[in-house]
């Protein structure tokens, strides 16, 4: 158990659609970060925020927003939802001097 | 432009021999490394890491080696076992601004499997 929890597990939703996708870092931590795995692309790192700012982007549709509320948790906002956005959606901490990043066990968001 | 590759999607051990993983990077503002390991439908578990500033970083069968010339690092595991069965993942990464670090860049992973 790494210490980060996701909710919820699984989502399925519509085209068109917008869901919310919650993380809780481990305790202490003030960094997060979101990652997006699909099948053909590996791991490709979205938003990170740091003690409730944004801190850098990756490849983050449009679509896509994310915050980082003062208790340090955080959720990602898909809208106009898409086929293509079907992936495995991970949040991952990390806090301090310490580099390595946590991940939490990832939302699995199916479009259909 | 892949940062960070494996260039081996697979490789197969027999348990109680040596695995060696490797992985090479393009971007010299790296500074730090990390090996994860992954079962299918599960977040990422992260196994070691090491600084630029060494070139080796030892953990009970994992050892991560640096080699910053060539841009490659290696994860060695001594002695293999099954449930060392996975995939796994080579990332790096830098300090953005303020200090703190930076996201992960993924190589694409290399799937073990330890047979007994």
């Known amino acids: 158990d790494s210490g980060v929890t996701q909710t919820p597990k699984h989502l399925i939703t519509a085209t068109g659609q917008r869901v919310t996708l919650r993380c809780s870092p481990r305790s202490g931590d003030l960094s997060v970060y979101w990652y997006q795995q699909s099948l053909d692309q590996g791991l490709q790192f979205l938003i990170q925020y740091y003690n409730g700012e944004e801190r850098a982007k990756g490849n983050i549709l449009e679509r896509f927003s994310a915050q980082q509320f003062p208790d340090l948790h955080s959720e990602l906002n898909l809208s106009s939802l898409e086929l293509g956005d079907s992936a495995l959606y991970f949040c991952?901490?990390?806090?301090?001097?310490?580099?390595?990043?946590?991940f939490g066990p990832g939302t699995r968001l199916t479009v259909t | 432009d892949q940062q960070v590759k494996q260039n081996s999607p697979s490789l197969s051990v027999q348990e109680g021999r040596i695995s060696i993983l490797n992985c090479d990077y393009t971007?010299?503002?790296?500074?730090?490394f990390l090996w994860y390991k992954k079962y299918p439908a599960e977040g990422p578990t992260f196994l070691i890491s090491?600084?630029?500033?060494?070139d080796k970083n030892e953990d009970g069968r994992f050892t991560v080696f640096l080699n910053k010339s060539a841009k490659h690092l290696s994860l060695h595991i001594v002695p293999s076992q099954p449930g060392d069965s996975a995939v796994y993942f080579c990332a790096a990464s830098a300090r953005n601004y303020g200090g703190s670090q930076g996201n992960l860049i993924f190589g694409k992973g290399t799937k073990l499997s330890v047979k007994p």
């Open positions: 090491i600084s630029s500033i060494k």
């Open positions: 991952a901490s990390s806090g301090g001097t310490f580099y390595e990043q946590y």
């Open positions: 971007n010299s503002m790296f500074d730090y």
